[in-house]
């Protein structure tokens, strides 16, 4: 059995590949799942149902956004030094969105007009944020990297985690297994939300529609973190607030300790210098008011003692008319209740009749009941012997 080196199979495997004639110039039709440019260097991976290809186009002209539609015509190159496979394209035209992108789209537009982005529904952050609930993976990168902002800015924050896993079948339900659990614990003021960045298929949990609802639904602000500064999902803008990266989201709910020093020491000095200032004024005032009272204080008293005078009579004057307003409106009352009085009905010629001490009718009395008739004077008790309906 012969051995090969690396070299001499990437070498064997690069011969096989730029010897195909089916491999140069063909067309090759998908939907992009990333798309990158760097120093006029375009990197980007088409994707079908089943399977991703990397490609490279050198000399990039166009930019594309994830979920494009693209028709690419180029050739197929091996490179032995890095080991790795790539569509070398030449041209590279867009004819159309990708069916995932297509359901984002049509996703965001229906939740926007049910109202779930509106801007008036969103919860602002508190003031001063002591603990946070962060829904992401536990081995990420992600919790890291905010566990590292929030121990430099304000190393009291309490953090809680729930470890959720953020790419997958199992993500969604993960995800919101989270945010449920955070809204119902007391100790938590804020939710983040956060994973690293990726392709379109690696954020399509965060682009779920029952995600988005428990989200807007949700009582306790929650920061969407997800991806890049580029990406966007759904459940950044039914979020309370997006922040571009987990980092920024750290930054957004910690305030820095040495800020705070600084804002209550500024605040100590104005207050001290304006309450230093308030005393000095209400000195002046107290000596400028003494010396008025002393120099005037015959006529000040006079002028008080009549003062007072004609408030005690107003005062009198519209207790007096109180008073008499009262009795009118109690005789009103008292010759209201009279004429309401069922005994003067009685005395009227009218009578009471009743069945077991209830009023009868028609549906509670049969031929044969005994009833009472309470008169002006006199109470009876008789034998119903017929029965109409009025």
Same mark, same amino acid.
């Given at each position: 059995m012969k051995t090969f080196t690396v070299s001499q199979?990437?070498?064997?495997?690069?011969?096989?590949?730029?010897?195909?004639?089916?491999?140069?110039?063909?067309?090759?039709?998908?939907?992009?799942?990333?798309?990158?440019?760097?120093?006029?260097?375009?990197? %980007?991976?088409?994707?079908?149902?089943d399977n991703l290809l990397s490609c490279v186009q050198f000399s990039a002209?166009?930019?594309?956004?994830?979920?494009?539609?693209?028709?690419?015509?180029?050739?197929?190159?091996?490179?032995?030094?890095?080991?790795?496979?790539? %569509?070398?394209?030449?041209?590279?035209?867009?004819?159309?969105?990708?069916?995932?992108?297509?359901?984002?789209?049509?996703?965001?537009?229906k939740l926007s007009n049910e109202g779930l982005f509106s801007e008036e529904h969103k919860i602002p952050l508190p003031r001063f944020i002591n603990s946070i609930g962060v829904v992401t993976s536990k081995t990420g990168a992600v919790l890291q990297d905010i566990k590292n902002v929030t121990m430099r800015r304000n190393p009291n924050l309490d953090i809680f985690v729930y470890d959720a896993q953020v790419q997958g079948k199992s993500a969604v339900?993960?995800?919101?297994?989270?945010?449920?659990? %955070?809204?119902?614990?007391s100790d938590v003021d804020v939710i983040i939300v956060a994973r690293g960045g990726g392709s379109?298929?690696?954020?399509?949990? %965060?682009?779920?529609?029952?995600?988005?609802?428990?989200?807007?639904?949700?009582?306790?602000?929650?920061?969407?973190?997800?991806?890049?500064e580029t990406d966007f999902t759904i459940i950044d803008f039914v979020a309370d607030?997006?922040?571009?990266?987990?980092?920024?989201?750290?930054?957004?709910?910690?305030?820095?300790?040495?800020d705070l020093k600084r804002y209550i020491?500024?605040?100590?000095?104005t207050y001290k210098l304006k309450l230093d200032n308030k005393v000095t004024?209400?000195?002046?005032?107290?000596?400028?008011?003494?010396?008025?009272?002393?120099?005037?204080?015959?006529?000040?008293?006079?002028?008080?003692?009549?003062f007072i005078v004609d408030k005690l009579n107003s005062m009198d004057k519209s207790i007096n008319d109180k008073i008499m307003n009262t009795i009118h409106s109690v005789n009103i009352s008292l010759n209201t209740l009279d004429r309401l009085n069922p005994a003067k009905l009685l005395q009227s010629g009218y009578s009471y009749v009743s069945k077991e001490n209830a009023p009868i009718s028609y549906s509670n009395v049969a031929v044969g009941d005994n009833i009472d008739i309470v008169a002006k004077d006199v109470k009876l008790n008789a034998k119903i012997t017929k029965k109409e309906k009025r």
């Open positions: 199979i990437n070498r064997i495997i690069r011969d096989l590949i730029d010897n195909e004639v089916i491999l140069e110039d063909i067309m090759v039709t998908g939907e992009l799942s990333s798309f990158s440019i760097t120093r006029n260097i375009a990197y %980007f991976t088409l994707k079908d149902n002209t166009k930019t594309f956004n994830v979920g494009d539609l693209v028709q690419v015509r180029g050739n197929v190159k091996y490179y032995p030094k890095g080991g790795k496979l790539t %569509f070398n394209a030449l041209e590279l035209e867009l004819c159309g969105q990708g069916e995932l992108y297509q359901q984002f789209l049509q996703l965001k537009e339900g993960d995800i919101i297994a989270g945010i449920t659990y %955070f809204d119902n614990l379109i298929e690696d954020l399509s949990a %965060f682009n779920d529609e029952e995600l988005a609802r428990i989200t807007y639904i949700c009582n306790k602000p929650i920061i969407s973190a997800v991806g890049h607030l997006r922040a571009p990266t987990p980092s920024a989201a750290a930054e957004l709910v910690t305030f820095d300790n040495n020491k500024g605040l100590v000095t004024d209400l000195l002046d005032q107290i000596n400028s008011t003494s010396l008025s009272i002393e120099n005037n204080a015959n006529n000040i008293i006079a002028e008080q003692t009549m």
